[in-house]
């Protein structure tokens, strides 16, 4: 978290992928033991945002760009 904390303070870029994404957030709520134990879990903050584990999971194929490399992304 330091190290993070850190890197980011002195221009660094982040990415989270899928989960990790998740883990940047402030909170995450599992209210249906989805992951593990219900209830919740406190995140690394760098996000402000929430996220809420669902019974039923969407999967699509979706486009965008990075706004920091001007690159083009896909993924689900």
Do not use: W
């Not at 033991?33 to 809420?52: H, K, P, S």
């Amino acid at each position: 978290m330091i190290a993070i904390t850190k890197y980011l303070r002195y221009g660094g870029k982040l990415l989270g992928i899928c989960g990790r994404f998740q883990m940047l957030g402030e909170t995450i709520h599992d209210p249906y033991a989805l992951e593990g134990i219900a209830g919740t879990n406190t995140g690394l903050g760098f996000l402000e945002m929430q996220t809420t584990l669902q019974l039923s999971k969407q999967l699509k194929l979706v486009q965008g760009k990075l706004a920091f490399a001007d690159a083009k992304i896909t993924g689900h």
